[in-house]
């Protein structure tokens, strides 16, 4: 995957997020708002807090090959 606006490749970003984001959502002990402030401190962790263009493409991925099959 790669951001059509400035050209930086978010592969290797998708597959970390997707994986943190699992374990950020699977853990009881944290409430819904504790989750929804982990989710953004994780976005921000891959340097993406200034990329305003590649930001919700890496939120709003959905991979279509897991709804094909």
Do not use: A, H
Request: a positive charge.
């Amino acid at each position: 995957m790669k951001c059509p606006t400035c050209g930086l490749l978010l592969g290797e970003i998708q597959l970390e997020y997707e994986y943190k984001l699992l374990q950020i959502n699977e853990n009881d002990k944290l409430s819904d708002s504790d989750k929804d402030k982990k989710q953004m401190e994780l976005v921000d962790s891959f340097g993406l807090k200034n990329r305003y263009c590649c930001r919700p493409r890496l939120i709003s991925y959905v991979d279509m090959i897991k709804i094909i099959r």
